[in-house]
């Protein structure tokens, strides 16, 4: 087997085998089946038995089980373990004992869910029972709308529609209500933070309107491997579920690898390029006809991989058209295309951004390369799992970058396969979050009083909202007084749904290549930027930023663009204030201005800088809340600490490591994601002239978090205090203060300085 | 608890701050006096009794003789059913009797539909006997929504069809939907509904500057309004209502509720007359032509020829003669009057400002299949050939005439 093959070579070839800090065998698993239970419709088994599914595994078999005892069920499989017959068939099945049987089908994406009904109208086509089944989303045509809510048995849609177009429109979709037998929501772990608070409180408005139309759905969710899945989907859903994770799934042996480029430069610790590298071991698979996934940290590393290896392709005298790119921004035809492409096996390798993590379906690859640390462990399980057949060996190689979180994972593996994977934490009684979702459950049925909404905290919402206007109370009713539409109002994620559309005018025919969102416009498509798309390169030659279009040509030259961009952050307000010890405290409200304002031309393969461009876009504004702290000592004080002589105080790496620290605390407390909040940490404010740590909400307008800081700040610090203190490192590592690369060697002592000045 | 209210005031004052930032604030211009009106005390009406509760209902009703613009009402009697319902494209209505019919329009909190839109305010005009009834219900508060529904519901199961002004899209739906909210069953199911709005554009986008209700009964039926309030208004009159329970705005909101049911039933007749007798009808040749164009869009082309003719008899702007002469070449087309329509081509040609490409096209087809004169095909394509200004037809072009010549090589080799 070329695996195989390949993996004794690795191993010889002593150069680069010294260069793998770890390498795990996961072995081989033969899978664990059982019988189809009684109970399902012989017609169904018949179909699957047709399509070669004779047996169930025992995880699909436990999930049947459990289904059928109206139990809510969440199951916890690696990929491609057949996840979806656990709710595909209980649903099914239910629509064949009851034509009047209807289901809510729930992906985080439009991509996932045209994905998902392929495959489930195969079964359906076979069934060949009438069953219906329709994806209700944005681009759903009007014209079809209408048959949908009234015949569809199954509808998948993403949470985005069911908050916008379905709940305010209920009455509409009263037949499907009535008969709601299940819900699924797949792929939940995505659904952490502020968008799966959003998420619980939508599913909050859904049960609301079930209970309205008198039916109580059951729910089947799936998720990657997290640390709490279960407590995830009690969470989302408000009621009691099962976890299903015996994986009865058969899995070739796997090979773990993980990778560290070499040092080319002793003094300045510089290593090989990732690019490079990866490009280089990728070359090598395709050689033997691997099957190939090459997971990048960003879209421009996606397109600057796939044209290096379509280089070499066509050097070697292949068709380049056996590597492709797949990223968000490619038109929905072109990523069909794609999908189709490495199922059928045509494509021999795919380079892609995190949008092939999700449940995508590409068939099973026989390797997977990380070119650098996906982030966090539950990704790096994910993408990994990308590569893995049921009956071969297969590979899946981490590369570092020369980043230090990076550098800290691959030198301390053990770390890696040592924790557990992230947990997933949401608050679905976050007070903004929550206000803006009675506000819209108001406007879909008037709330009754002692009505149940999962929170305590209705009552007081409902009597601020009528005091507000917004609410008109009447006989112990509240009834939406106002002719906005609160679902407008209200997105559920943070990136704003506009994009901008990259035209190709260099033929006369002009056309439509891809799309970027409003928040990549100042890093991909500004004026002068070579836009990268499947290999192509396309100059952007004119941005109207008022008609988000961007006109590019087909150029052909030997360099890709990189923006520079920095982010200010200015405080606008200060809500309230506190002065202890030698600390001062605040929050309020601030606006992070992003700006891009000049770019790189960096040369193919050498990445050697040749030339900038200036780039003149408008900043990007966010206004939020943060929460700040500053240290009163006086700053010349500090600093002549610093050049004391045998001192371990370094003032701006202090500043880091406790930002650091923070970050890795605060969402236990203000129960968010690390991705709901940033910091930025200034030696001078020019804010507060002092050495201050500013940590804000990373939403528009912000979600409360901020306040929150302030409220707990003793308590945040003593916790940062005890988690530098038990932290088992010696200098810094990811889970305390960072890693010493990016804090330096004095940035846990400074940062434990710090704390006992603001705590003793 | 008290602490969350806090809380949200804060977040509140924060989200004050930053609208302040992003955009200032639209400013609603009603003055408010906190005085408690009823609304019996501003429009005449009565309480009628429901099983849910009491709902005012206001009544009027009007004479024979009454005008409503430049249209009497009873006029609407001399309105066939076939126009009706060819108007409507509606085949259910066909049998429609005026007298089983209700004209319906309703006021509501908000304009963009959805669960949370009520209805306070249903309007319904029927003919009894020698006279016009409307009656509106209103809604005193929230608390009041079964009784109105329910009594509206009475008075609608008396009747077979509807007309209305977009209430396809908004007021029915809208009814249904507060129907199934309040949790009762609507004793019309699935009635025959002529929606006025699509037969007004039709008739009138052309030459309206919208199709409006208001800009339709303003320029078609002549009715003015006075002290009208503007549509966009209704909800928050509603709302400071609710807030202040002074009901004096109110009385506007009746008024122009109840105008727009009489303009319904002044426009049914303005329309069947138009079609039914355009010439005699109106004045302006758009209006001949949306009538030819209607014609056109049933496949009755040769009802539709006429009327292009007719209307071309007017003063119209050029742009307009040139997409008439057109479609009536098209239509002659398809009666099979090829001569008609070849002598509408070449005048297009000749009238044309710019270069045009299709007449072109349609003569060489023309020439080619039906007559198979292969040599005035030639000098068709040919011509259109040697126009600079046609770029983007001049693949297609050379390969109809490499056909062509193909064609009539073949053909001269037959002959010899």
């Known amino acids: ?760 | 608890m008290d602490d969350i209210k806090k809380r949200l005031e804060k977040i509140a004052q924060l989200k004050k701050n930053i609208n302040k930032i992003n955009q200032s604030q639209k400013e609603k211009s009603i003055d408010i006096i906190n005085q408690e009106v009823k609304i019996e005390e501003v429009v005449s009406g009565k309480f009628i009794s429901t099983p849910f509760g009491d709902s005012f209902v206001r009544e009027n009703y009007f004479s024979r003789d009454y005008r409503c613009g430049e249209v009497e009402l009873f006029q609407i009697f001399q309105s066939s059913a076939k126009t009706i319902s060819s108007l409507a494209r509606d085949d259910r209505l066909k049998e429609i009797d005026i007298s089983k019919t209700v004209f319906l329009d309703t006021e509501t909190t908000g304009l963009a539909g959805g669960a949370g839109t009520y209805i306070f305010l249903v309007g319904v005009g029927y003919f009894e006997g020698d006279r016009f009834c409307v009656r509106q219900y209103f809604m005193r508060d929230y608390n009041e929504e079964r009784a109105l529904l329910s009594a509206v519901n009475e008075l609608l199961s008396n009747f077979k069809a509807i007309v209305s002004y977009n209430g396809k899209t908004f007021d029915f739906p809208l009814i249904q939907s507060r129907f199934i909210m309040s949790g009762m069953k609507l004793n019309l199911e699935d009635p025959g509904h002529f929606d006025l709005l699509y037969p007004a554009r039709r008739l009138w986008k052309r030459r309206l500057e919208n199709c409006s209700l208001s800009t339709v009964e303003r320029d078609i039926l002549g009715v003015i309004r006075e002290n009208d309030v503007p549509g966009y208004l209704v909800p928050e009159i509603y709302f400071r209502y609710l807030k202040t329970k002074d009901a004096r705005a109110l009385k506007q909101v009746f008024e122009h509720n109840l105008q727009d049911i009489l303009s319904l039933v002044a426009l049914v007749s303005r329309m069947c007359f138009l079609v039914e007798d355009p010439l005699n009808n109106t004045e302006y040749g758009m209006d001949i032509f949306s009538i030819g164009k209607i014609f056109d869009e049933e496949k009755r082309y040769e009802q539709s020829t006429h009327y292009y003719t007719e209307a071309l008899k007017h003063n119209l702007a050029e742009e307009e003669v040139l997409e008439i002469l057109r479609l009536s070449s098209f239509a002659y087309k398809r009666q099979g009057k090829w001569k008609k329509a070849e002598e509408i081509w070449k005048e297009i040609i000749e009238r044309s400002p710019e270069f045009i490409y299709y007449p072109y096209e349609e003569l060489a087809k023309y020439y080619e299949h039906c007559l198979k004169d292969y040599q005035e095909a030639k000098i068709v394509v040919e011509e259109a050939l040697t126009i600079e200004e046609n770029i983007f037809q001049r693949e297609k072009l050379q390969y109809r005439l490499n056909r062509i010549k193909g064609k009539q090589m073949y053909q001269a080799q037959k002959l010899s």
């Not at chain 1, 009047?100 to 495959?119: H, I, V, W």
């Not at chain 1, 037998?181 to 939508?202: M, P, Q, T, W």
Request: proline fraction near 4%; hydrophobic fraction near 35%.
């Open chain 1, 1 to 760: 087997m070329p695996v195989e093959r390949i993996l004794n070579e690795l191993k010889k070839y002593n150069k680069i085998s010294s260069r793998f800090t770890d390498w795990r065998h996961i072995p081989a698993k033969s899978g664990i089946y059982e019988e189809f239970p009684e109970w399902i419709e012989d017609k169904l088994v018949r179909v699957l038995k047709e399509k070669g599914i004779n047996k169930l595994y025992s995880h699909q078999a436990s999930a049947l089980e459990f289904i059928r005892n109206h139990k809510n069920v969440v199951v916890v499989t690696p990929t491609a373990s057949g996840k979806t017959l656990c709710y595909n068939l209980p649903v099914l099945d239910s629509i064949l004992k009851d034509e009047n049987s209807r289901a809510l089908y729930m992906f985080p994406t439009k991509a996932l869910s045209q994905d998902q009904l392929t495959e489930l109208y195969q079964l359906v086509s076979a069934l060949d029972e009438g069953i219906k089944t329709y994806t209700y989303d944005g681009d759903t045509p009007s014209s079809a709308r209408q048959a949908i809510r009234k015949k569809g048995h199954i509808v998948v849609t993403n949470p985005d529609m069911l908050h916008l177009g379905i709940l305010p429109h209920h009455t509409k979709w009263m037949d499907f209500f009535v008969n709601l037998k299940y819900v699924v929501i797949d792929e939940i772990h995505i659904y952490r933070g502020v968008f799966g608070s959003h998420l619980a409180n939508v599913i909050r408005r859904l049960k609301r309107i079930c209970r309205f139309y008198g039916s109580n759905p059951q729910f089947i969710c799936c998720s990657a491997t997290i640390a709490n899945p279960r407590e995830l989907s009690q969470k989302i859903v408000g009621e009691d579920f099962v976890l299903v994770d015996n994986n009865g799934a058969p899995q070739g042996e796997k090979n773990f690898l993980f990778y560290n480029p070499p040092v080319i430069n002793k003094e300045l610790g510089i290593r090989k390029s990732l690019i490079r590298e990866v490009a280089r071991f990728v070359a090598y698979f395709l050689n033997y006809d691997i099957q190939t996934i090459i997971f990048a940290r960003s879209r421009l590393t996606t397109e600057v991989l796939t044209s290096y290896l379509k280089d070499f392709l066509v050097k070697t005298g292949r068709s380049k058209d056996i590597v492709r790119g797949y990223r968000g921004g490619y038109l929905p035809g072109l990523r069909r295309e794609i999908e189709k492409g490495l199922k059928d096996g045509e494509i021999k390798g795919v380079v892609s951004t995190n949008a092939l993590e999700l449940g995508i379906d590409i068939g099973q690859l026989d390797a997977c390369f990380m070119a650098g640390y996906p982030g966090t462990i539950s990704s790096t399980w994910q993408q990994a799992g990308r590569a893995g057949r049921r009956s071969n060996s297969s590979i899946a190689i981490l590369v570092a970058s020369s980043n230090p979180l990076d550098q800290f994972v691959i030198n301390h593996p053990d770390y890696f396969f040592g924790e557990s994977p992230e947990s997933a934490v949401i608050d679905p009684d976050n007070l903004s979050i929550l206000v803006s979702h009675i506000r819209c459950a108001s406007f879909e049925l008037p709330f009754e009083e002692g009505e149940d909404f999962g929170t305590k905290k209705l009552r007081d919402v409902l009597e601020y909202l009528e005091k507000e206007g917004v609410l008109h109370c009447v006989e112990k009713k509240w009834y939406w007084m106002s002719e906005v539409y609160p679902t407008e109002e209200i997105s559920l994620r943070s990136a704003s749904v506009d994009n901008f559309v990259i035209i190709d005018i260099t033929e006369q025919q002009e056309q439509v290549i891809g799309e970027v969102d409003k928040a990549s416009v100042p890093t991909l498509i500004y004026e002068g930027a070579i836009y990268l798309h499947e290999g192509e390169q396309y100059a952007i030659n004119r941005l109207d930023y008022q008609n988000q279009k961007a006109y590019a040509e087909k150029v052909k030259v030997n360099y890709y663009t990189n923006a520079q961009d920095e982010t200010n952050i200015k405080v606008l307000d200060v809500f309230d204030k506190a002065e202890e010890l030698n600390m001062e405290y605040a929050f309020g409200e601030v606006a992070i201005t992003t700006v891009s304002t000049c770019y790189k031309k960096i040369k193919f393969y050498t990445h050697e800088n040749i030339g900038f461009g200036e780039i003149s876009l408008p900043p990007e504004e966010m206004h939020t809340t943060a929460y700040w702290l500053a240290l009163t000592n006086n700053i010349s004080e500090l600093l002549e600490l610093q050049e004391s002589e045998n001192t371990s105080f370094n003032l701006s790496n202090g500043l880091l490591a406790l930002a650091n620290v923070l970050i890795n605390v605060v969402p236990l407390y203000v129960m968010c994601d690390p991705q709901d909040i940033r910091a930025v940490s200034e030696v001078r404010s020019p804010f507060t002239s002092k050495p201050t740590i500013y940590i804000y909400d990373n939403y528009p307008g912000g979600v409360g978090f901020s306040e929150k800081m302030f409220e707990l700040r003793r308590t945040l610090l003593q916790a940062a205090q005890e988690l530098i203190l038990s932290c088992g490192c010696e200098k810094g590592c990811p889970s305390c203060v960072g890693p010493i690369d990016e804090v330096g060697i004095k940035g846990k002592e400074s940062a434990l300085l710090i704390l006992r000045k603001a705590l003793s």
